[in-house]
């Protein structure tokens, strides 16, 4: 398969895991939802590369936002979720060479990290006067106050995704399949 054709394919497959797990498995907060698809966005990261990664990141979420009916967040979810992919795969691209075990957990924990800094921002100006504006969602509520009481739980989610990843990350990594389908 060409490069191409197997970006465009991995990318659709991954769109596809996010969307999936984002959608499916999610417990509501007072603006948003805690969920786990940074998982695949973390391990697609690591595995395939940086592109990979920003694109399931960026659509899978974001689709899952827009059929969840949580539409206002899934433009700031489309760039914070696909840069939550291409920071992390950018940051193992660089310390690959190095230790293996540093580069698994330091490019999971500061793409969670950014994650949850990402939807603090958000959450705390602009969501805040774009859905006054627009008149929307009315049941979600935004500001300073509800920004800081969802980051605890963005950074448990961004956390536990880590970490998950990196527990199976590892035997991924090695795999030799997985090796081949690398881009």
């Known amino acids: ?13 991954i769109i596809a895991l996010v969307f999936v797990l984002t959608f499916t498995i999610k417990i509501p907060l007072m603006a948003g939802y ?35 009916g949580y539409t206002i967040y899934a433009p700031f979810t489309f760039v914070i979720k696909g840069l ?21 957990i330091i490019s999971t924990m500061v793409s969670g ?20 504006a627009l008149n929307i969602n009315r049941n979600l509520q935004f500001g300073l106050k509800v920004a800081l ?12 995704s880590a970490i998950i990843s990196i527990i199976l990350v590892v035997p991924l990594h090695n795999n030799k399949f997985i090796g081949k389908m690398r881009t």
């Open 84 to 104: 939550e992919g291409f920071i992390c795969g950018l940051i193992f691209e660089k310390l690959e060479g190095k230790k293996k075990w540093a580069s698994f």
């Open 113 to 132: 990290i950014f994650m949850a800094v990402g939807y603090f921002l958000s959450e705390a100006s602009v969501l805040k006067y774009l859905s006054s």
């Open 34 to 68: 805690f969920n786990i698809g940074d998982v695949v966005i973390m391990l697609s990261s690591i595995l395939f590369g940086k592109s990979i990664g920003f694109m399931g990141g960026s659509f899978g979420s974001a689709l899952a936002d827009i059929a969840s």
């Open 149 to 160: 009481a969802n980051l605890p739980f963005n950074l448990l989610q961004g956390i536990l």
């Open 1 to 13: 398969m060409k490069n191409g054709v197997r970006f465009w394919v991995f990318s659709g497959v």
